[in-house]
Nanobody
Framework: QVQLVESGGGMVQAGGSLRLSCAAS????????MGWFRQGPGKEREFVAA????????YYAESVKGRFTIARDNAKTTVYLQMNSLKPEDTAVYYC????????????????????WGQGTQVTVSS
């Protein structure tokens, strides 16, 4: 069983940066696909970024490509989302998710692929 806890959210002005962290307990995530999703006010939860820790591939939503980066630590217990050049439309609750099956490719963008979810962390970007 894996438990995920997000942290690092907060309020930042447009153009600023934040780094979100997702800490896992129970076991390492070396063979898990990790994903970040977000849900803005009045919107559906949408895919942001994913990392296949088995194959090492990454996948990003077009809206964040070039601005956000997903990565993991050396111990493979934490996944990060580095967010640069933030825009007001990035305002949302950000959720970390883990897929024990190690889903790869474009399928990492599917919410249904993930087995475990964190509680979310709020990111607010002001204009």
């Amino acid at each position: 069983q894996v438990q995920l806890v997000e942290s690092g959210g907060g309020m930042v002005q447009a153009g600023g940066s934040l780094r979100l962290s997702c800490a896992a307990s129970g076991r390492t995530l070396s063979r898990y696909t990790m994903g970040w999703f977000r849900q803005g006010p009045g919107k559906e939860r949408e895919f942001v970024a994913a990392l296949d820790w088995s194959g090492g591939s990454t996948y990003y939503a077009e809206s964040v490509k070039g601005r956000f980066t997903i990565a993991r630590d050396n111990a493979k217990t934490t996944v990060y989302l580095q967010m640069n050049s933030l825009k007001p439309e990035d305002t949302a609750v950000y959720y970390c998710a883990a897929d024990r099956h190690g889903t790869g490719g474009v399928y990492m963008a599917q919410k249904s692929a993930y087995d475990y979810w964190g509680q979310g962390t709020q990111v607010t970007v002001s204009s």
